[in-house]
């Protein structure tokens, strides 16, 4: 199985698809179909794939050079543009990559987003609101809001009733 890769100035070959990616000779770079689908082979997580996942047989294919960030810096990994390596390309094939180039991007802005926000783990935050207490069998002297004496009876702390919030006394 074999697929047409067309390089510029009008060169081409032939690619075997049934190798790994890794061994296909455009790899730094990525392929798109005649009518500008990506291959998106940059970003296969184990070159030792198939190219038969991604390419098809007898299918035509343009090398595209992706265009990315400045190295150093925050946007090194930014999607700036995907240009295929043609004399004259076909204003069509411009558009469809310039979409798909707004897309991958719009898609990775996303996932930082999306890890960002994992980071981010909310406080709790506890509200504790003023109540009543009573304390049965205590001396009427310690209910409400009067401090809790020094010398608690063995028996401390008591049953505690909670009547409401902050209902009067």
Not at 4 to 22: E, K, R, T, Y
Not at 116 to 131: D, G, R, S, T
Request: glycine share 2%.
């Amino acid at each position: 199985s074999t697929a047409l890769v067309c390089l510029p100035d009008n060169q081409q070959f032939l690619a075997n698809i049934n190798c790994s990616v890794l061994l296909l000779p455009c790899l730094s770079h990525d392929l798109c179909s005649f009518a500008g689908t990506l291959k998106l082979l940059f970003q296969v997580k184990l070159p030792g794939e198939s190219a038969s996942k991604f390419l098809q047989d007898r299918n035509v294919y343009y090398i595209c050079k992706v265009q990315r960030g400045p190295r150093g810096t925050r946007s090194e990994n930014a999607y700036r543009a995907i240009v295929p390596l043609l004399k004259e390309p076909e204003q069509d094939l411009l558009d469809t990559l310039k979409a798909q180039c707004d897309a991958l991007e719009k898609s990775r802005i996303q996932k930082l987003r999306d890890q960002a926000a994992k980071k981010i783990v909310p406080k709790k935050v506890h509200i504790i609101e003023p109540v009543r207490l009573v304390v049965p069998d205590y001396p009427q002297a310690y209910q409400h809001s009067q401090p809790l004496p020094r010398d608690l009876p063995p028996d401390w702390p008591p049953r505690l009733l909670l009547l409401s919030k902050l209902d009067p006394p």
